[in-house]
């Protein structure tokens, strides 16, 4: 018998992605505070929070291909930021009218953070316009389509390790553009 306790999250996703329930109840034991922690934070609300957590955790079950997931810290940090997103343009949808079409549910949502998003999104896009036609397309591959760095090198018949270092190269150049806007974000506080 495995003592599941001592087993680092990298095992535990290889016993994940055989189905292993044990491994799956570890995971979801250790880190679903945190995500409900995040959830809560940019929700506000419990009951919807906790809604996150498990679809965020099924998705970990049901779609995603554990044995790929290098950090699963990051793997679920993103996974949550996404969430919370999809939630929020799920509601925006719902934000401007209700059954009669009237405007009465405006102070329920933070537009303020919708579109800031959109505002970081685009600064982002036009970065990546920038770059260099091929990298451009790796970088969509890989980010938009989730094809892995083999599946890319064989579409664009090149190598799997140029496919990983354009992909760096281009993260690298994110992570600038999303430390500057941390930086003015901080600032126009």
Known sequence: MKAYESIPDSELLLYLAEKDHTAFTELYTRHWKVVYAICLNRIKEPAIAEDLVQDIFLSLWTHAQPQN?????????????????????????????????????????NLDEVLHYKWVKELIFQEVEKLPLKTQLIFRYSRQDHLNSKEIADKLDISPRTVENQISKVLKILRKVVKTIIFFAFFSI
């Not at 949550?80 to 997103?85: G, Q």
């Open 69 to 109: 997931i290098r950090n699963l810290e990051a793997y679920l940090f993103q996974a949550t930021k996404f969430s919370i997103i999809k939630h929020i343009n799920k509601s925006q949808k719902h934000l401007y009218t209700n059954e009669h079409g009237l405007f009465d549910q405006l102070e329920d949502y």
